[in-house]
């Protein structure tokens, strides 16, 4: 199975800080990267598809970026929806897996 | 409006089987396919298993031999069901809409595996 590793676990950030996550595949994963917010209700959206595409709905400070094994969700400027969880899911092999997450934290 | 609601027991017996519902709304499952997603209590996210929109499965291989996923196109259901349950099976499990990108999720159901 190809492995995730999400870093940072958590982060703490202020509102209209610039932050990025990143993602790390065990393998070339072809940008099939996928990534999802969920928020403490539980609620998962989905953010971000094939690497860099902006799903449907979702503002243009949220953009996402990588190749080969290496992939980084940025958010331009936090807004107070922002702090939430934030997975990244490689979808190049079966079975498609998650990374552990990011916890985003108001500093 | 896409939704998807997950159903069944909040309690199960260990070495017992789960059975849960996904009933979807706003979009045909002979469109697209369903995903099932768990998550253990403060951990992340593990794929399950998906039934594709022709009505074929792909299984996580670590659950392949206790799971099962079908459907009835014409309730609009996607069904789960996993057998010896484990104190480790404990978690939410979520339903999910999509392919290769989970586009709309459920808000899932809380399963305890317990005696």
């Known amino acids: 199975d190809i492995q995730m590793t999400q870093t940072p676990s958590s982060m703490p950030a202020s509102l209209g800080e610039r932050v990025t996550i990143s993602c790390r595949a065990s393998q070339g994963i072809s940008n099939y990267l996928n990534w999802y917010q969920q928020k403490p209700d539980g609620t998962i959206k989905p953010l971000i598809y094939y690497t860099s595409n902006l799903q449907s709905g979702v503002p243009s400070r949220f953009s996402g970026s990588g190749s080969g094994t290496d992939y980084s969700l940025t958010i331009s400027s936090l807004e107070p929806e922002d702090f939430a969880m934030y997975y990244c899911q490689q979808y190049d092999s079966s079975p498609n897996t998650f990374g552990a997450g990011t916890k985003l934290e108001l500093k | 409006q896409v939704q998807l609601k997950e159903s069944g027991p909040g309690l199960v017996q260990p070495s017992e089987t789960l059975s849960l519902t996904c009933t979807v709304s706003?979009?045909?499952?002979?469109?697209?396919?369903v995903n099932w997603v768990r998550q253990p209590p403060g951990k992340g996210l593990e794929w399950m298993g998906t039934?594709?929109?022709?009505?074929?499965?792909d299984y996580n291989s670590a659950l392949k031999s206790r799971l099962s996923i079908s459907r009835d196109t014409s309730k609009s259901q996607v069904f789960l069901k996993m057998n010896s349950l484990q104190t480790e099976d404990t978690a939410i499990y979520l339903c999910a809409r999509g392919a290769y990108v989970m586009d709309a999720w459920g808000q899932g159901a809380s399963v305890t595996v317990s005696s």
């Open positions: 706003g979009f045909s499952l002979t469109s697209y396919g």
């Open positions: 039934i594709w929109n022709d009505g074929s499965t």
